[in-house]
């Protein structure tokens, strides 16, 4: 197979940033995308309704005219969101899921939930009106290793939540575990992943191997080999609880390449041909389409996007950089040959 056509898909997990960036990286999304779900963690954080629509609107405001993409909002938690804020921001359509970062777990997630029982009343309610909740699923216990983080929320949080609220609506975003699609695999309809392409491409061996290298760290971090494998075998299966999610999540190269690098990958602008690649090594293209286009508006509720969009086998060179409205950034897979790219859009 040379070409393959799929609905036009959707990303359920972006990070588009604000300012100026968002001018920059915001056309790469919605280009290709019809919806994309937007992290809400800005400085401030996206915490209430009126925030969000706010942000939305600055992100129209950097869409290219005609792409048809629309940005599917989230409420950042914290220890005092307000359940009636929430409730009100859904029904009035502004708000399609709410999201859960614990405190300290990730990029400007400083204001984020301290202990999981301090939101109990917010996500009693999204339970009952059968709002998503998207999870960052990662406890930040200094005391456990940074890549046994994903497991041990599981078992300490996630599971005893679903025990307490067996009707939440949860995405388990960025899974990088064999624990984390066991997990889905075994829970019920209610429970969903998404799945990067940089976690199905790289292990840890990419970050540590050669030297620090900086541009293939993110949180969650990669993890080993085994863990990879598992992720590969989950997004390729067929199933409809794991879909499309790129955690893009642009930062200045100087802001990566410093003493303290910031946790991100920004993969944006191939992210589409990079899932293919996985899907097209592990013999699996005809199932391309439902986890890039079908599960997650299934998950979500939403109809599929009418628009198409066809690949075509052919070498396509990455640069080394881009530039966001004046600000230098690192893609993912710089400097490489991806074997497809996009051939047409309708």
């Not at 709410?98 to 339970?127: C, D, F, H, W």
């Not at 491409?201 to 990669?222: K, Q, S, T």
Request: glycine share 8%.
């Amino acid at each position: 197979m040379n070409t393959i056509t799929i609905r036009r898909p959707d990303d359920w997990h972006v990070h588009l940033r604000d300012g100026d960036v968002l001018t920059g990286v915001t056309p790469y999304t919605a280009r290709v995308f019809g919806r994309a779900i937007v992290m809400p963690n800005l400085v401030p954080p996206v915490t209430t309704a009126a925030m969000a629509d706010d942000y939305r609107r600055r992100i129209m405001a950097a869409v290219p005219a005609g792409s048809g993409f629309t940005p599917l909002m989230t409420c950042y938690l914290t220890d005092s969101t307000s359940p009636v804020d929430v409730a009100d921001g859904h029904a009035a359509g502004i708000f399609t899921a709410a999201k859960l970062y614990p405190a300290g777990a990730t990029t400007n997630s400083a204001s984020g939930v301290t202990a999981i029982r301090n939101i109990y009343p917010v996500l009693e309610v999204m339970q009952r009106i059968g709002m998503v909740l998207c999870v960052h699923g990662e406890v930040t216990d200094p005391e456990i290793d940074i890549f046994d983080r994903e497991a041990v929320f599981i078992d300490r949080v996630l599971a005893p939540l679903l025990r307490d609220m067996p009707g939440l609506r949860v995405v388990m975003e960025h899974a990088t575990t064999s624990q984390a699609v066991q997990f889905v695999e075994g829970a019920g309809d209610n429970i969903a992943a998404t799945i990067t392409p940089q976690h199905l491409h790289i292990n840890r061996n990419a970050m540590l191997v050669g030297g620090i290298r900086p541009h293939a760290y993110c949180l969650p971090v990669a993890k080993r080999e085994e863990h990879r494998q598992a992720l590969r075998r989950a997004a390729t299966g067929g199933s409809g609880k794991f879909f499309l999610g790129t955690d893009s999540a642009p930062h200045a190269k100087h802001m990566k390449e410093s003493g303290c690098g910031c946790a991100g990958i920004f993969n944006a602008p191939h992210a589409l041909e990079s899932y293919l690649t996985v899907f097209d090594q592990e013999d699996a293209l005809d199932r391309f389409e439902r986890f890039a286009s079908l599960a997650g508006p299934a998950f979500y509720r939403l109809p599929v996007n009418e628009g198409t969009i066809t690949l075509v086998r052919s070498e396509q060179p990455v640069p080394q950089v881009l530039d966001a409205a004046g600000t230098t950034i690192v893609p993912f897979h710089a400097g490489e040959t991806i074997g497809w790219k996009i051939l047409s859009m309708n």
